[in-house]
């Protein structure tokens, strides 16, 4: 794993935006892989930024989202979807119908999951894919536990998620319980995976991914094992390692 220590969140996320350049500019029919959380928002509108500067066109990109709470309606303000939109989408020109995130309200989710990991084969595999890191290692919503699942699945969230991502929520109540996400194998089908942390809260998960063992206790711990990552982390989320 490559690692980039930079000073704080700006610099993080310009950091990422130029790879993101970088790959949108070499194939401007790409297939990014999206998260979301805080961390990825400084990303987004560094690519705005470099979207208005004219640096990068998103006509033809096409985009696969991480996870998605479940059940959620799209037009839920809590919902990835609408995150998405809020954050990227809506600003630049990528066509909405390019834009996978998984179907907070799919019926049969078997069938979905199955269904997102024949899309992503479809798209020819992700180009580049971003990753934040829960508090507690977790990468998309693989929660850390004594398994990990491979591909998309349904799973249910741990306490310490439903807590960390309750500030977004009226109450920890409101949190859905569920979320669809993809599996670590999915994950790893993309060509270049960029990891960003930013600040204190993050230091105990990158110390764990990087400590040199891998363990399913810190889902993160296994991008070690992917030939192209980045990890690109502010002097913060680094203090630990
Ligand atoms: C959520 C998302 C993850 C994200 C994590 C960290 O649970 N499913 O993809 O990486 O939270 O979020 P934040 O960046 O807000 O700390």
Do not use: W
């Not at 989202?65 to 990227?88: C, G």
């Not at 942390?197 to 991914?209: I, P």
């Amino acid at each position: 794993m490559q690692i980039k220590v930079v000073e704080n969140y700006e610099e993080m996320s310009r950091a990422a935006a130029d790879l993101f350049a970088e790959i949108i500019s070499a194939n401007n029919d790409c297939v990014l892989g999206l998260a979301t959380g805080d961390t990825p928002i400084g990303l987004y509108n560094c690519m705005i930024d470099d979207y208005k500067a004219g640096k990068i066109d998103f006509a033809k990109v096409k985009s696969v989202n991480l996870d998605e709470y479940y059940p959620i309606a799209p037009d839920n303000d809590q919902s990835y979807r609408y995150f998405m939109n809020k954050y990227l989408f809506d600003s630049v020109n990528i066509d909405k119908k390019n834009t996978y995130v998984p179907d907070g309200q799919a019926k049969d989710t078997d069938a979905f999951c199955a269904g997102y990991e024949k899309l992503i084969n479809s798209l020819g595999g992700i180009d580049i894919q971003v990753l934040g890191i829960g508090r507690n290692g977790h990468i998309g919503f693989n929660e850390p536990g004594a398994e990990l699942h491979p591909y998309t699945h349904l799973t249910s969230l741990t306490d310490s998620t439903i807590e960390a991502n309750s500030r977004f929520f009226a109450s920890e109540a409101d949190v859905p319980k569920h979320a669809l996400t993809m599996g670590i194998r999915s994950i790893f089908k993309a060509r270049k995976i960029v990891v960003l942390a930013s600040g204190e809260g993050k230091a105990e998960a990158v110390k764990a991914m990087l400590s040199g063992n891998i363990s399913t206790s810190c889902p993160a711990s296994l991008l070690c094992l992917h030939s192209d990552v980045i990890l690109i982390c502010d002097k913060a989320a680094y203090s630990l390692v």
